[in-house]
């Protein structure tokens, strides 16, 4: 199993892989512009990054080399239609492992990410663990203490993770809003204080109430002991 990045503009193939990848046991994640990527891949961790090549605001070649050049190592995939050679001379120079050229099967684009688990460096991390809580961002589930699975929201899980991930830093809600809802225009910072409410309650149930703590008029943050 791996957890995998797509960037991608067109929804209709984006949809198409996302469901495929997923049968296949998978943990798929879309970002429909570059600007979205970018900033789930500065938030969260994956093994894999499908990148579409000509995308409406950045191109993947940028965000490849910006991903790259601050430490990047999940394996980098190009899906293009551009098969000449210059193409793909500046893909492998800004830090991508392989191509697929558009159109493609969907057949051949799986082999390709069989191919590069066997051989990337990277190892999905699916179970965090602070305390004596573990979450696991596949199942999207949380455990106290060996005790009973909390089911958690897609977005409920999100933020958990972003905030395990990120111990003893402090997000406001805005922050919080840009790394777990990039392109959702209707979300709110209210609609953020909203689910940390939800998930504060549902930890609570669960004998963990004070993981998620408020720095008054900074924001939130999970505090991990050294």
Same mark, same amino acid.
């Given at each position: 199993?791996?957890?995998?990045?797509?960037?991608?503009?067109?929804?209709?193939?984006?949809?198409?892989?996302?469901?495929?990848?997923?049968?296949?046991?998978?943990?798929?994640?879309?970002?429909?512009?570059?600007?979205?990527?970018?900033?789930?891949?500065?938030?969260?961790?994956?093994?894999?990054?499908?990148?579409?090549?000509?995308?409406?605001?950045?191109?993947?070649?940028?965000?490849?080399?910006?991903?790259?050049?601050?430490?990047?190592?999940?394996? /980098?995939?190009?899906? %293009?239609?551009?098969?000449? $050679? +210059?193409?793909?001379?500046?893909? @492998? =120079? *800004?830090?991508?492992?392989?191509?697929?050229?558009?159109?493609?099967?969907?057949?051949?684009?799986?082999?390709?990410?069989?191919?590069?688990?066997?051989?990337?460096?990277?190892?999905?991390?699916?179970?965090?663990?602070?305390?004596?809580?573990?979450?696991?961002?596949?199942?999207?589930?949380?455990?106290?203490?060996?005790?009973?699975?909390?089911?958690?929201?897609?977005?409920?899980?999100?933020?958990?993770?972003?905030?395990?991930?990120?111990?003893?830093?402090?997000?406001?809600?805005?922050?919080?809003?840009?790394?777990?809802?990039?392109?959702?225009?209707? /979300?709110?910072?209210? %609609?953020?204080?909203?689910? $940390? +409410?939800?998930?504060?309650?549902? @930890? =609570? *149930?669960?004998?963990?109430?004070?993981?998620?703590?408020?720095?008054?008029?900074?924001?939130?943050?999970?505090?991990?002991?050294?």
């Amino acid at each position: 199993m791996a957890k995998i990045l797509y960037v991608d503009d067109d929804e209709e193939i984006a949809d198409r892989v996302q469901e495929w990848l997923s049968t296949e046991g998978h943990v798929v994640e879309l970002a429909s512009n570059g600007e979205d990527g970018l900033q789930m891949l500065g938030a969260f961790q994956y093994d894999v990054v499908l990148l579409d090549w000509n995308l409406p605001d950045i191109t993947g070649l940028e965000i490849c080399g910006q991903y790259r050049r601050s430490g990047g190592g999940a394996w /980098v995939i190009f899906l %293009t239609g551009n098969s000449a $050679i +210059k193409y793909k001379e500046a893909g @492998l =120079d *800004a830090g991508a492992d392989d191509f697929v050229t558009k159109p493609f099967d969907i057949r051949e684009l799986s082999a390709r990410v069989r191919s590069a688990l066997r051989r990337a460096n990277t190892v999905f991390q699916a179970e965090l663990k602070i305390g004596n809580l573990t979450l696991n961002t596949a199942k999207r589930t949380a455990r106290v203490d060996g005790g009973e699975e909390l089911h958690l929201m897609p977005k409920e899980a999100a933020v958990l993770e972003f905030l395990m991930r990120h111990p003893n830093k402090v997000f406001g809600a805005k922050a919080l809003l840009d790394a777990v809802w990039p392109s959702d225009s209707e /979300v709110s910072e209210g %609609t953020v204080r909203t689910f $940390i +409410k939800n998930m504060r309650r549902k @930890l =609570d *149930a669960a004998g963990k109430p004070d993981l998620i703590k408020t720095e008054p008029s900074l924001g939130y943050t999970i505090e991990q002991s050294n």
